[in-house]
């Protein structure tokens, strides 16, 4: 959604027009689960947590004052919803909590590691990563947002979103290192 | 080296094309000088390109059905159901059931029929027992008169 849209739907919605939300979820959603699910592995917490920033945006939309874009403000909740969840976690099990719908095949022969097994060591990989590395990983690399766009999201410097990045790649270089060997 | 140092951090964002063409050309020409940093960039590249093929979350039509649901629920609606809409017909209702119970009524002529029958029974009651009682009171004083006649107390 354009920003333009989004300026039109919000006006409408604060304006108390329900259809007008109903669109803004309609083009977001997908995201929301998909970010929430990217930093926390886990399908129900995702959901949960992109319902819960859908309920966040209608009970606050009219105290939003568009002085960022919408979905800076949006994703904004999701990832800190889902870093606080993340960080919450007492245990990092090592049991992957996400369902694989469809196996994946490894199409690096080198590694020589079975879909199951892949999708186990990927699990694991990103589980050491610290909520924070990880949100910004999957805000960069599975949704291809700009490092500035991140830093307004996570309300940091680009710098402080640089070093993130690069310390989640360095941490699951030297896990996957470690598992060839 | 403090180069090879900055050129580690560099790489991941160069993988991502984040650098600028300066900082882009200067990475360049160390990578085709440092084996080393080479080497360390391929491994990079590679990291990224696995994780970038972990399997992601898949939803079919029905999930976003029964998310909207979920969410509408949380915020009170319920499937678009406007509880003031049914204002009207609430208030139609009311006055059907409030005509139905004044015509049901019972008349004032079959009131009468259905009064209360103990207040006639007690009525007929009180008259019957009066006479009773003035009767039995006639009996016994005239058996104390009988009694006292045949006393001689008379």
């Given at each position: ?81 889902a870093v606080d969840y ?96 | ?73 949380s915020l009170g609606k ?77």
């Open positions: 959604m354009d920003k333009n849209g989004d300026e039109i739907l919000v006006g409408r919605a604060k304006a108390g027009s329900e259809s007008a939300f109903a669109e803004l979820v309609r083009n977001y959603r997908e995201k929301a689960v998909h970010i929430a699910w990217g930093i926390t592995g886990d399908e129900q917490v995702a959901e949960d947590i992109s319902q819960e920033s859908f309920i966040k945006i209608y009970r606050s939309l009219k105290n939003f004052r568009e002085e960022s874009k919408f979905s800076t403000w949006f994703y904004r909740i999701v990832v800190n919803l993340q960080r919450r976690k007492k245990l990092r099990s090592y049991i992957p909590l996400m369902k694989i719908r469809e196996p994946v095949e490894p199409r690096n022969p080198a590694l020589e590691l079975k879909a199951g097994e892949f999708n186990r060591v990927v699990q694991n990989v990103l589980e050491r990563l610290s909520a924070k590395q990880r949100a910004v990983f999957e805000l960069k690399n599975f949704q291809g947002m700009a490092l500035d766009e991140i830093a307004r999201i996570m309300k940091c410097r680009t710098g402080t979103v640089k070093s993130h990045l690069f310390r989640a790649v360095e941490k699951m270089r030297k896990e996957l290192q470690d598992r060839e060997t | 080296m403090k180069k090879c140092r900055e050129a580690k951090k560099e790489m991941v964002l160069y993988c991502y094309g984040e650098l600028n063409p300066e900082e882009k050309s200067r990475l360049e020409h160390h990578l085709a000088d440092c084996p080393e940093c080479r080497s360390y960039y391929e491994s990079v590249k590679k990291t990224i390109s696995l994780m970038s093929r972990a399997p992601r979350m898949t939803v079919d039509d029905f999930y976003w059905t029964r998310f909207n649901a979920k969410i509408n629920a319920k499937s678009g159901f406007k509880f003031y809409r049914a204002i009207p017909t609430a208030v139609v209702l009311a006055i059907c059931i409030g005509l139905f119970v004044y015509f049901s009524r019972p008349s004032g002529k079959s009131r009468a029929e259905l009064r209360v029958p103990s207040e006639e029974i007690s009525e007929e009651i009180s008259e019957e027992t009066v006479d009773e009682l003035n009767y039995e009171l006639l009996i016994d004083f005239k058996d104390n008169i009988d009694r006292e006649l045949l006393n001689g107390e008379a």
